[in-house]
Antibody, heavy 118, light 107 residues
Framework: EVQLVQSGAEVKKPGESLKISCKGS????????IAWVRQMPGKGLDWMGI????????TYSPSFQGQVSISADNSIGTAYLQLSSLKASDTAIYYC???????????WGQGTVVTVSA | DIVLTQSPASLSLSPGERATLSCRAS??????LAWYQQKSGQPPRLLIY???TRATGIPARFSGSGSGTDFTLTISSLEPEDFSVYYC?????????FGGGTKVEIK
């Protein structure tokens, strides 16, 4: 069974950093792009960036460039999203998703809830 | 960035009725458009990709059409489980972008 399993919920203080993981299984991890998508409370979906684990090629949305870092460890089939200098406005659910044909995303992680509060 | 505008923002219909959701792109994206369904507390689920191809396991009552800048998701006869939020997403140019969503509510 193809799955993306994300790390658990996090509560952080403003200014702290965070690294969320997304472990792929049931498929060849290095053959599919993995994207990260943010969903703020009660809002829509924001595409943050994407990585191809096969060669670590990475593209970021200009809205998130410099604010986040996406990486992958092929030895354990896991992609990461690093958020630094957290603000209250980073409070959101963060999803990873596997890209298939036409830049659509056919498999999503369960989401990681991040709460940033003093 | 390519802006996707979904309309209406919300739609109130009864089970068995037909739902027609629109997604308009700010520039041509050919057929590089996907549709997702998102229920409360769950991640999005891919319904349609390449504007009109149903994803694996998606019922035939869901259909997509359009090309260029205007796209439509049609649900031919609403089932109780179809009442949720729907998003479109373009894959034509970086950065990939999503529409703001259409909420399909029970009338």
């Amino acid at each position: 069974e193809v799955q993306l399993v994300q790390s658990g919920a996090e509560v952080k203080k403003p200014g702290e950093s965070l690294k969320i993981s997304c472990k792929g299984s049931g498929y060849t991890f290095t053959s599919y792009w993995i994207a990260w998508v943010r969903q703020m409370p009660g809002k829509g979906l924001d595409w943050m960036g994407i990585i191809y684990p096969g060669d670590s090629d990475t593209t970021y949305s200009p809205s998130f460039q410099g604010q986040v870092s996406i990486s992958a460890d092929n030895s354990i089939g896991t992609a990461y999203l690093q958020l630094s200098s957290l603000k209250a406005s980073d409070t959101a659910i963060y999803y990873c998703a596997r890209r298939v044909a036409g830049h659509a995303f056919d498999m999503w992680g369960q989401g990681t809830v991040v709460t940033v509060s003093a | 960035d390519i802006v996707l505008t979904q309309s209406p923002a919300s739609l109130s219909l009864s089970p068995g009725e037909r739902a027609t959701l629109s997604c308009r792109a700010s520039q041509s994206i050919s057929t590089s458009l996907a549709w997702y369904q998102q229920k409360s507390g769950q991640p999005p689920r891919l319904l349609i990709y390449d504007a009109s191809t149903r994803a694996t396991g998606i019922p035939a009552r869901f259909s997509g059409s359009g090309s260029g800048t205007d796209f439509t998701l049609t649900i031919s006869s609403l089932e109780p489980e179809d009442f949720s939020v729907y998003y479109c997403q373009q894959g034509s140019k970086w950065p990939l972008t999503f529409g703001g969503g259409t909420k399909v509510e029970i009338k």
